[in-house]
């Protein structure tokens, strides 16, 4: 049966690629001869009945090439080690920072020894035990006690290296707030923060500000949906989740404008609830706190664009929903609670979570078309005129 198989093959080449290699002489399909990867026949007579494997032409590549393939792939990857890195854990600046960082190195060196180890034994194996030409089919081994006994118990002792530092580090970072601690209250909306200060009652949006060297304790609430507060250089993560206060404790040591961002999935414009933390000396923040407490200027303080835009302000629309005094609060002219707290908004850097710069021409472009400037915005487009838009960027801008 199998020499009437081999006549048909001979005859009509075209028919060999159904037969199966039950079917195929065994000295047809010997080392030497054998292909790399069986094809079916294209319609054309001539067509090649073989082809070579991916790997085999890869390795029949000059090895220049190669060389050049490999620095190229290198290059590329290095460009991943530039800079600047504003939001890097690796460059900590507070208490909570250096902790984390320092389990984070302790356990890099850790899986880095682990690997080292694995990838030598697996090297060592593979050029020890490879296959060379006229060599026997290797002995099967039935098991190893001592070995088996090894790995088992080698990522045993190495997840108690790892697990213990980090109770450790649990343990010296989530302990009761210090005495004499700034407490903030922290509100996660979509998509922006609101801080309330317990000791002065300051309350302001997006930016935090503290002081160097003073313990920080952070008490987080959502008023939507899961948010995560995460400034990276200060410290780690933290959900701030509806119904449930989180707290997170740090003190920064160095001065300057740490950024921030939501880690947490939360809507259409999750991406863009950005956060500034600014650390600043004892006496400026002292400043801050008492320019924070002060009444917003009298109307008969203000200049004639600025009035213009607090009756723009304060002006019912249609619908109700689009006047600002319902969502926003400003010390002495309304109490809304639905968006930030604009009683001194004209002192901060930012506006939109932390997205538009706070300028005549970002105000502008805010209120102009708020859904356009950051999708999913809760804030409406009031429709306003432009004369409107230049009154209230006055008024806003005033609010110092």
């Excluded at 060999?16 to 790399?36: G, K, N, V, W």
């Excluded at 920072?97 to 034994?121: P, Q, T, Y």
């Excluded at 780690?236 to 404008?257: A, C, E, Y």
């Amino acid at each position: 049966m199998t020499e009437d198989r081999q006549v048909r093959a001979a005859k009509n080449p075209d028919e060999t690629h159904h037969l199966s290699f039950s079917q195929i002489p065994h000295d047809a399909l010997t080392r030497a001869d054998r292909p790399a990867t069986i094809v079916a026949p294209s319609a054309g007579p001539s067509a090649p009945r073989f082809q070579t494997d991916p790997l085999t032409r890869v390795r029949e590549l000059p090895h220049r090439y190669i060389l050049a393939a490999l620095a190229v792939g290198a290059l590329f990857a290095t460009t991943a080690c530039g800079g600047p890195f504003p939001q890097s854990t690796l460059h900590p600046a507070g208490d909570l920072g250096f902790e984390i960082d320092r389990l984070f190195r302790l356990i890099l060196w850790l899986a880095g020894g682990v690997f080292v180890v694995v990838e030598s034994l697996l090297i060592y194996v593979a050029i020890r035990y490879r296959a060379r030409p006229g060599q026997p089919p290797p002995a099967r081994v039935h098991g190893h006690t001592l070995l088996e006994i090894s790995w088992t118990l080698a990522p045993a002792v190495i997840l108690i290296m790892v697990a213990v530092p980090t109770i450790q580090t649990i343990l010296r970072t989530d302990g009761p707030a210090p005495a004499g601690a700034l407490e903030v209250s922290v509100i996660g909306h979509q998509w922006w923060w609101e801080y309330r200060y317990a000791e002065s009652g300051v309350v302001t949006a997006n930016e935090l500000h503290v002081p160097v060297g003073r313990p920080v304790v952070l008490s987080m609430t959502s008023a939507d949906v899961i948010h995560s507060f995460w400034a990276p250089r200060l410290g780690g993560k933290r959900d701030v989740i509806q119904g449930r206060t989180n707290r997170l404790r740090f003190t920064p040591d160095s001065v300057g404008v740490f950024l921030g961002q939501c880690a947490e999935f939360c809507g259409e414009s999750h991406a863009n609830m950005g956060l500034q933390v600014v650390v600043e000396d004892s006496a400026a923040f002292e400043a801050w706190i008492a320019a924070q407490q002060q009444a917003p200027l009298p109307p008969d303080s203000l200049s004639p664009a600025a009035r213009e835009g607090l009756e723009a302000y304060r002006r019912i629309r249609d619908p109700a929903s689009n006047t600002c005094i319902i969502c926003h609060a400003i010390q002495g002219v309304s109490g809304g609670l639905m968006g930030p707290n604009l009683t001194h908004l004209g002192s901060r850097s930012r506006i939109a979570g932390d997205m538009i710069p706070n300028t005549a021409e970002g105000l502008a472009r805010w209120l102009r078309d708020p859904i356009t400037a950051k999708p999913g915005s809760k804030m409406p487009n009031v429709g306003l005129d432009e004369s409107e838009i230049a009154a209230l960027v006055a008024y806003l801008q005033s609010l110092r």
